[in-house]
């Protein structure tokens, strides 16, 4: 890998809605040198859930949150669209692939918790991901850990903890449902996610 190019890692999910936890794993990965930035990758339909279902918000409304959300990240957040320009649902291998043709001035990594990681070999392609792009992994459990597996074999660990929010999307979801002006939401929505999602009856707020 070439250090002068820009090392960007890929964080891919449905962000439905985007919260905190997604936005402060992203930081703590920039923070532990890692990566420079992180593209927040917004998929239209995730491999391991391929029927939608009613509660997936629009790929629109998911993106302008994630952008919203992107604004606290100090500039080091960055949204992504690219994956909806993709075939669905979206696999990683194909992504990565056609970013890094893309864009070959810069050198991806993939970021993934640690549940993903352990039934990575079950991944479409898993062997082509792991020979040719770094994959940043956190757990959720032990404090914050944060390790990146090279493509040589190398494990680096960060020398500092990630804070995580124990929170899903799920959760918030209810939480929407239920009670819009909980403390849970307030703490971990950006107000101006809140304020979007509140204005475009989302996830059944105000029904």
């Known amino acids: 890998m070439n250090p002068t190019r820009k090392r960007i890692g890929i964080f891919g999910g449905s962000f439905n809605p985007v919260h905190r936890g997604h936005t ?17 990758m917004v998929s239209p339909l995730n491999p391991w859930k391929q029927h939608a279902g009613p509660e997936l918000a629009p790929t ?30 979206s696999y990683s291998v194909d992504t990565l692939l056609a970013l890094r043709e893309a864009y070959p001035d810069a050198d991806f990594r993939l970021i993934m918790g640690e549940d993903n990681w352990e039934r990575f070999a079950q991944w479409r392609s898993h062997e082509v991901i792991r020979a040719s792009f770094p994959i940043i992994v956190y757990g959720r459990h032990d404090g914050g850990r944060l390790e990146m597996h090279s493509p040589d074999g190398q494990t680096e660990r960060a020398d500092v903890p990630v804070q995580f929010f124990d929170v899903s999307g799920t959760q918030l979801r209810e939480a929407l449902r239920t009670d819009a002006g909980s403390a849970l939401l307030r ?15 989302l996830y059944g707020v105000g029904q």
């Not at 929505?189 to 809140?194: A, G, R, S």
């Open 187 to 201: 703490e971990q929505l950006n107000p101006d996610v809140l304020r979007y999602i509140q204005a475009h009856g």
């Open 60 to 89: 629109a409304d998911r993106l302008a949150m994630a952008r919203l959300a992107a604004q606290e990240g100090e500039g080091r957040l960055q949204v992504s669209d690219f994956e909806t320009r993709m075939p669905v649902p």
């Open 24 to 40: 402060g794993l992203a930081l703590g990965v920039c923070r532990a040198g890692f990566v420079d930035e992180v593209w927040l």
